[in-house]
T-cell receptor
Framework: KNQVEQSPQSLIILEGKNCTLQ??????????LRWYKQDTGRGPVSLTI?????NTKSNGRYTATLDADTKQSSLHITASQLSDSASYIC????????????FGQGTILTVHP | DAGVIQSPRHEVTEMGQEVTLRCKPI?????LFWYRQTMMRGLELLIY????????DSGMPEDRFSAKMPNASFSTLKIQPSEPRDSAVYFC???????????FGPGTRLLVL
């Protein structure tokens, strides 16, 4: 069964600190891995997309890594800001339908001043 | 570009009533997706279209749900009859290619009493 597991479920950090979110997946065949940020009451916004051949991709203070061998990904946030408070969702493309995305449950990040 | 447009933003209805959700994708995007998000199940893909043709509807929960895309700039998701367990936020998203970023609309928050 295609699954995406994220950890931790929630995380609280102080403004200015760094943090890392984890994602493990069992989707096969693998096509790509995406990280989305979802602010409360809004639709998800794409942060990064990585294919099998990419092992790191950055978007400003966000850096995603991918280890296709161990089927793990991480999202590292540097120098966190209050606006980083959101749900971060790991999404894996592939599986039985090329267009199908399997979503993780998300990690809720809260940044305190 | 105005982004993906969804209407209504909020819908409250009674069990048994028909509900129609609407979506206008970003101009030039050939793929359109309908998602449902709940606290329990997270984000789930319901159906997606390519060039107005339904490609994968395996996520549609049951026959009460139907989706159409009569032209490149408009899609509807209909629930008939609605049930309380259909209460969720329904997102529409569009993209140019399956491998590229999906752009989500603001969502329709549906409450079925």
């Amino acid at each position: 069964k295609n699954q995406v597991e994220q950890s931790p479920q929630s995380l609280i950090i102080l403004e200015g600190k760094n943090c890392t979110l984890q994602c493990n997946y069992t989707v096969s065949p693998f096509s790509n891995l995406r990280w989305y940020k979802q602010d409360t009451g809004r639709g998800p916004v794409s942060l990064t997309i990585m294919t099998f051949s990419e092992n790191t991709k950055s978007n400003g203070r966000y850096t995603a890594t991918l280890d296709a061998d161990t089927k793990q990904s991480s999202l590292h946030i540097t120098a966190s800001q209050l606006s980083d408070s959101a749900s971060y969702i790991c999404v894996v493309g592939g599986g039985t339908s090329y267009g199908k995305l399997t979503f993780g449950q998300g990690t809720i990040l809260t940044v305190h001043p | 570009d105005a982004g993906v447009i969804q209407s209504p933003r909020h819908e409250v209805t009674e069990m048994g009533q028909e509900v129609t959700l609407r979506c206008k994708p970003i101009s030039g995007h050939d793929y359109l997706f309908w998602y449902r998000q709940t606290m329990m199940r997270g984000l789930e893909l319901l159906i997606y279209f390519n060039n107005n043709v339904p490609i994968d509807d395996s996520g549609m929960p049951e026959d009460r749900f139907s989706a159409k895309m009569p032209n490149a700039s408009f899609s509807t998701l209909k629930i008939q009859p609605s049930e309380p367990r259909d209460s969720a936020v329904y997102f529409c998203a569009s993209t140019v290619l399956l491998s590229e970023t999906q752009y989500f609309g603001p969502g329709t928050r549906l409450l079925v009493l």
